[in-house]
Protein backbone atom coordinates (compact mmCIF):
# COMPACT_ATOMS: atom_id res chain seq x y z
CA UNK A 1 0.00 0.00 0.00
CA UNK A 2 1.30 3.36 -0.89
CA UNK A 3 0.94 6.34 1.51
CA UNK A 4 2.12 9.29 0.18
CA UNK A 5 -0.59 11.90 2.01
CA UNK A 6 2.00 14.19 4.03
CA UNK A 7 -0.64 15.47 6.05
CA UNK A 8 -2.08 12.19 7.46
CA UNK A 9 1.52 10.74 8.10
CA UNK A 10 1.89 14.21 10.48
CA UNK A 11 -1.05 13.73 12.26
CA UNK A 12 -0.21 10.07 13.10
CA UNK A 13 3.20 10.85 13.58
CA UNK A 14 2.41 13.84 16.17
CA UNK A 15 -0.29 11.27 17.68
CA UNK A 16 2.18 8.65 18.57
CA UNK A 17 4.53 11.40 19.75
CA UNK A 18 2.40 12.98 21.65
CA UNK A 19 1.23 9.53 23.40
CA UNK A 20 4.60 9.01 23.74
CA UNK A 21 5.17 11.64 26.03
CA UNK A 22 2.10 11.22 28.07
CA UNK A 23 3.11 7.80 28.78
CA UNK A 24 5.79 9.20 30.97
CA UNK A 25 3.68 10.64 33.28
CA UNK A 26 7.37 11.23 35.54
CA UNK A 27 8.52 13.15 32.81
CA UNK A 28 5.96 15.69 33.23
CA UNK A 29 6.97 17.63 36.05
CA UNK A 30 10.04 18.24 34.08
CA UNK A 31 11.95 21.51 33.95
CA UNK A 32 9.82 22.97 31.04
CA UNK A 33 10.44 26.15 29.37
CA UNK A 34 8.98 28.76 32.02
CA UNK A 35 7.43 30.58 29.49
CA UNK A 36 5.46 27.36 28.19
CA UNK A 37 3.88 26.78 31.87
CA UNK A 38 3.23 30.93 32.18
CA UNK A 39 0.67 30.71 29.27
CA UNK A 40 -0.27 26.88 29.95
CA UNK A 41 -3.70 25.94 29.92
CA UNK A 42 -3.31 25.02 33.47
CA UNK A 43 -2.08 28.18 34.21
CA UNK A 44 -4.77 29.84 32.67
CA UNK A 45 -7.02 28.08 34.72
CA UNK A 46 -5.40 29.26 37.93
CA UNK A 47 -5.17 33.04 37.05
CA UNK A 48 -9.13 32.68 36.12
CA UNK A 49 -9.22 31.04 39.81
CA UNK A 50 -7.26 33.54 41.05
CA UNK A 51 -9.31 36.64 39.07
CA UNK A 52 -12.31 34.90 41.00
CA UNK A 53 -10.76 34.60 44.45
CA UNK A 54 -9.47 38.38 44.31
CA UNK A 55 -12.62 39.22 43.63
CA UNK A 56 -14.40 37.37 46.24
CA UNK A 57 -11.75 39.07 48.67
CA UNK A 58 -12.56 42.92 47.51
CA UNK A 59 -16.32 42.16 47.83
CA UNK A 60 -16.11 40.61 51.42
CA UNK A 61 -13.86 43.66 52.38
CA UNK A 62 -10.72 41.77 52.99
CA UNK A 63 -8.68 43.55 50.91
CA UNK A 64 -8.79 47.62 51.23
CA UNK A 65 -7.09 50.03 48.38
CA UNK A 66 -4.35 47.92 46.75
CA UNK A 67 -3.98 45.27 49.99
CA UNK A 68 -3.71 41.86 49.75
CA UNK A 69 -2.01 38.98 47.65
CA UNK A 70 -2.52 35.49 46.14
CA UNK A 71 0.05 32.88 44.99
CA UNK A 72 0.10 29.78 43.32
CA UNK A 73 2.30 27.00 42.59
CA UNK A 74 2.75 25.96 39.30
CA UNK A 75 5.59 24.14 39.08
CA UNK A 76 7.65 22.89 41.28
CA UNK A 77 10.43 26.10 41.08
CA UNK A 78 7.90 28.51 39.87
CA UNK A 79 4.85 30.95 41.11
CA UNK A 80 2.32 32.79 39.58
CA UNK A 81 0.94 35.97 41.73
CA UNK A 82 -0.72 38.99 41.84
CA UNK A 83 0.90 42.35 40.80
CA UNK A 84 1.59 45.00 43.32
CA UNK A 85 -0.69 48.20 43.43
CA UNK A 86 -3.37 46.61 42.31
CA UNK A 87 -6.97 46.23 43.51
CA UNK A 88 -8.11 42.44 43.96
CA UNK A 89 -11.31 43.38 42.63
CA UNK A 90 -9.46 44.81 38.82
CA UNK A 91 -6.98 41.84 38.50
CA UNK A 92 -6.77 40.94 34.37
CA UNK A 93 -5.40 37.80 33.19
CA UNK A 94 -2.41 40.48 31.72
CA UNK A 95 -1.25 41.10 35.55
CA UNK A 96 0.58 38.04 36.97
CA UNK A 97 4.04 37.36 37.22
CA UNK A 98 5.95 34.35 37.17
CA UNK A 99 8.87 33.95 40.17
CA UNK A 100 10.77 31.30 40.83
CA UNK A 101 11.31 30.35 44.43
CA UNK A 102 14.44 33.18 44.39
CA UNK A 103 11.94 35.42 43.70
CA UNK A 104 13.69 36.52 39.93
CA UNK A 105 10.65 37.03 37.92
CA UNK A 106 10.69 35.05 35.01
CA UNK A 107 7.88 36.18 32.85
CA UNK A 108 4.83 38.95 32.97
CA UNK A 109 4.78 42.54 32.56
CA UNK A 110 4.23 43.97 35.33
CA UNK A 111 6.11 44.10 39.05
CA UNK A 112 5.34 41.42 41.32
CA UNK A 113 3.40 41.84 44.89
CA UNK A 114 6.04 43.16 47.19
CA UNK A 115 4.64 40.41 49.73
CA UNK A 116 6.13 37.81 47.38
CA UNK A 117 9.19 37.14 49.66
CA UNK A 118 6.40 36.08 52.44
CA UNK A 119 4.97 33.36 49.94
CA UNK A 120 8.40 32.66 48.93
CA UNK A 121 9.23 31.72 52.49
CA UNK A 122 6.11 29.51 52.87
CA UNK A 123 6.54 27.61 49.70
CA UNK A 124 10.01 26.69 50.72
CA UNK A 125 9.01 25.64 54.08
CA UNK A 126 5.68 23.76 53.12
CA UNK A 127 6.05 21.75 50.00
CA UNK A 128 2.70 20.50 50.64
CA UNK A 129 1.66 24.49 50.34
CA UNK A 130 0.37 24.85 46.64
CA UNK A 131 -1.57 28.33 47.34
CA UNK A 132 -1.24 31.31 49.56
CA UNK A 133 -3.08 34.88 49.93
CA UNK A 134 -2.46 37.22 52.09
CA UNK A 135 -5.03 40.02 53.09
CA UNK A 136 -6.51 42.23 55.82
CA UNK A 137 -10.14 40.74 56.75
CA UNK A 138 -11.11 42.94 59.87
CA UNK A 139 -11.93 40.87 62.39
CA UNK A 140 -8.87 38.75 61.91
CA UNK A 141 -6.71 41.82 61.87
CA UNK A 142 -8.09 43.38 64.44
CA UNK A 143 -7.15 40.20 66.52
CA UNK A 144 -3.64 40.50 65.08
CA UNK A 145 -3.67 44.29 65.93
CA UNK A 146 -4.55 43.81 70.49
CA UNK A 147 -2.41 41.15 69.69
CA UNK A 148 -5.02 38.57 70.75
CA UNK A 149 -4.90 35.25 69.89
CA UNK A 150 -9.04 33.83 69.71
CA UNK A 151 -10.30 31.67 72.41
CA UNK A 152 -10.32 27.96 70.22
CA UNK A 153 -12.31 25.15 70.86
CA UNK A 154 -15.76 27.02 70.08
CA UNK A 155 -16.86 26.34 66.56
CA UNK A 156 -16.12 22.65 64.63
CA UNK A 157 -15.94 24.32 61.28
CA UNK A 158 -12.63 26.50 62.61
CA UNK A 159 -11.27 23.47 64.13
CA UNK A 160 -11.50 21.18 61.31
CA UNK A 161 -10.24 23.39 58.85
CA UNK A 162 -7.82 25.75 60.68
CA UNK A 163 -7.68 25.06 64.46
CA UNK A 164 -5.61 27.24 67.10
CA UNK A 165 -4.43 29.93 64.87
CA UNK A 166 -0.66 31.79 65.41
CA UNK A 167 0.36 35.30 65.98
CA UNK A 168 3.94 36.12 64.13
CA UNK A 169 5.46 39.18 65.84
CA UNK A 170 5.43 42.05 63.55
CA UNK A 171 8.08 43.48 60.81
CA UNK A 172 8.18 45.76 57.99
CA UNK A 173 5.93 44.60 55.35
CA UNK A 174 7.45 43.40 52.38
CA UNK A 175 10.85 42.74 53.75
CA UNK A 176 12.14 38.99 54.12
CA UNK A 177 12.58 40.26 58.06
CA UNK A 178 8.97 40.25 57.59
CA UNK A 179 8.77 37.21 55.46
CA UNK A 180 10.53 35.17 58.07
CA UNK A 181 8.04 36.03 60.63
CA UNK A 182 5.96 33.14 59.92
CA UNK A 183 8.50 30.29 59.81
CA UNK A 184 8.65 29.11 63.34
CA UNK A 185 4.34 29.03 62.76
CA UNK A 186 3.80 27.61 59.34
CA UNK A 187 4.60 23.89 58.96
CA UNK A 188 1.95 23.17 62.21
CA UNK A 189 -0.81 26.33 60.97
CA UNK A 190 -2.17 26.91 57.65
CA UNK A 191 -3.49 30.19 59.00
CA UNK A 192 -1.44 32.85 60.92
CA UNK A 193 -2.53 36.24 62.36
CA UNK A 194 0.20 38.59 61.52
CA UNK A 195 0.87 42.06 64.30
CA UNK A 196 -0.03 44.72 63.22
CA UNK A 197 -0.89 43.81 59.94
CA UNK A 198 -3.24 41.15 58.57
CA UNK A 199 -3.08 37.54 58.02
CA UNK A 200 -1.72 34.81 56.05
CA UNK A 201 -3.52 31.30 54.93
CA UNK A 202 -1.60 28.48 52.66
CA UNK A 203 -3.80 25.18 51.14
CA UNK A 204 -3.79 23.00 48.17
CA UNK A 205 -5.74 25.57 46.11
CA UNK A 206 -6.42 29.33 45.79
CA UNK A 207 -10.06 28.64 46.71
CA UNK A 208 -9.60 26.76 49.69
CA UNK A 209 -6.80 28.99 50.76
CA UNK A 210 -9.88 31.99 50.49
CA UNK A 211 -12.06 29.71 52.25
CA UNK A 212 -9.78 29.61 55.49
CA UNK A 213 -9.46 33.61 55.06
CA UNK A 214 -13.32 33.64 55.09
CA UNK A 215 -13.27 30.62 58.00
CA UNK A 216 -11.06 32.48 60.55
CA UNK A 217 -12.61 36.39 59.90
CA UNK A 218 -15.99 35.25 60.60
CA UNK A 219 -14.72 32.75 63.50
CA UNK A 220 -12.98 36.21 65.01
CA UNK A 221 -16.10 38.67 64.46
CA UNK A 222 -17.96 35.40 66.29
CA UNK A 223 -16.33 34.82 69.34
CA UNK A 224 -15.97 38.93 69.81
CA UNK A 225 -20.14 39.03 69.72
CA UNK A 226 -19.96 35.99 71.93
CA UNK A 227 -17.97 37.53 74.05
CA UNK A 228 -20.06 40.68 74.28
CA UNK A 229 -23.21 38.45 75.64
CA UNK A 230 -21.14 36.41 78.01
CA UNK A 231 -17.74 36.79 78.98
CA UNK A 232 -16.77 33.00 79.55
CA UNK A 233 -17.34 31.36 76.76
CA UNK A 234 -18.66 27.52 77.13
CA UNK A 235 -16.39 25.22 74.66
CA UNK A 236 -16.79 22.50 72.70
CA UNK A 237 -16.96 19.16 75.29
CA UNK A 238 -12.73 18.40 75.70
CA UNK A 239 -13.98 14.51 74.82
CA UNK A 240 -15.57 15.77 71.26
CA UNK A 241 -12.38 17.42 70.09
CA UNK A 242 -11.19 14.25 69.16
CA UNK A 243 -13.50 13.29 66.59
CA UNK A 244 -12.69 17.09 65.10
CA UNK A 245 -9.23 16.16 64.92
CA UNK A 246 -9.87 13.07 63.19
CA UNK A 247 -12.01 14.26 60.37
CA UNK A 248 -8.66 17.04 59.89
CA UNK A 249 -6.14 14.09 60.33
CA UNK A 250 -8.03 12.48 57.27
CA UNK A 251 -8.14 15.86 55.15
CA UNK A 252 -4.49 16.12 56.00
CA UNK A 253 -4.82 19.31 57.47
CA UNK A 254 -2.01 20.55 59.97
CA UNK A 255 -2.18 20.66 63.40
CA UNK A 256 0.19 21.13 66.35
CA UNK A 257 -2.59 18.85 68.01
CA UNK A 258 -1.51 16.37 65.57
CA UNK A 259 1.75 16.64 66.29
CA UNK A 260 2.69 13.79 69.05
CA UNK A 261 5.63 11.53 68.74
CA UNK A 262 4.03 8.49 67.50
CA UNK A 263 1.96 10.29 64.62
CA UNK A 264 4.59 13.05 63.21
CA UNK A 265 4.68 10.99 60.52
CA UNK A 266 1.24 10.95 59.05
CA UNK A 267 0.64 14.72 59.78
CA UNK A 268 0.78 17.06 56.67
CA UNK A 269 4.50 17.24 57.39
CA UNK A 270 4.88 13.68 56.17
CA UNK A 271 2.19 14.49 53.49
CA UNK A 272 4.36 17.36 52.65
CA UNK A 273 7.70 15.03 52.23
CA UNK A 274 6.10 13.27 49.84
CA UNK A 275 5.15 15.81 47.70
CA UNK A 276 8.76 17.00 48.10
CA UNK A 277 9.45 17.89 43.77
CA UNK A 278 11.61 15.11 42.10
CA UNK A 279 14.48 16.18 40.14
CA UNK A 280 13.72 17.61 36.84
CA UNK A 281 16.54 15.08 35.23
CA UNK A 282 14.89 14.66 31.80
CA UNK A 283 13.77 18.13 30.19
CA UNK A 284 10.37 18.07 28.64
CA UNK A 285 10.50 19.24 25.58
CA UNK A 286 9.06 22.16 24.49
CA UNK A 287 6.36 22.80 21.71
CA UNK A 288 8.57 24.07 18.81
CA UNK A 289 10.94 20.77 19.61
CA UNK A 290 7.96 18.50 19.50
CA UNK A 291 6.96 20.34 16.36
CA UNK A 292 10.38 19.72 14.78
CA UNK A 293 10.78 16.03 15.25
CA UNK A 294 7.31 15.44 13.68
CA UNK A 295 8.14 17.31 11.05
CA UNK A 296 11.39 15.70 10.70
CA UNK A 297 9.62 12.02 11.03
CA UNK A 298 6.79 12.80 8.45
CA UNK A 299 9.75 13.37 6.17
CA UNK A 300 10.89 10.19 6.76
CA UNK A 301 8.36 8.18 6.97
CA UNK A 302 6.70 9.69 3.62
CA UNK A 303 10.15 8.74 2.09
CA UNK A 304 10.36 5.14 2.92
CA UNK A 305 6.43 4.72 1.74
CA UNK A 306 7.08 6.44 -1.43
CA UNK A 307 10.00 4.01 -1.85
CA UNK A 308 12.64 6.53 -1.98
CA UNK A 309 14.41 5.27 1.19
ZN1 LIG B 1 -0.61 43.40 53.94
Known amino acids: MKMTNKDDISTIVRRAVLQCLAANPSQQSAAVEPLEI ?37 SPQYVLCTPTLCSKADLSLEDFSLVDLDNEKICGDRPQTSEILLHLEIYKAVPAAKAVIHCHPPYATAHAVAGVVPQG ?11 PVALAPYETPGTIAFAKTVLPYVKDHNTILLANHGIVCWADTVTHAEWYVEVVDTYCKTVMIA ?83
Open 153 to 163: NLLPEQEVFIG
Open 38 to 74: FHSSEANALKEEILRVGRKLWERQYVDGNGGNISVRV
Open 227 to 309: SQLRPKLNGIPPGKIADLLAIKKKLGLPDPRLKSSSEATETGHAHAVEEQPKPASIRQPASYEIDELVSRLTVEVGAFFDGTK
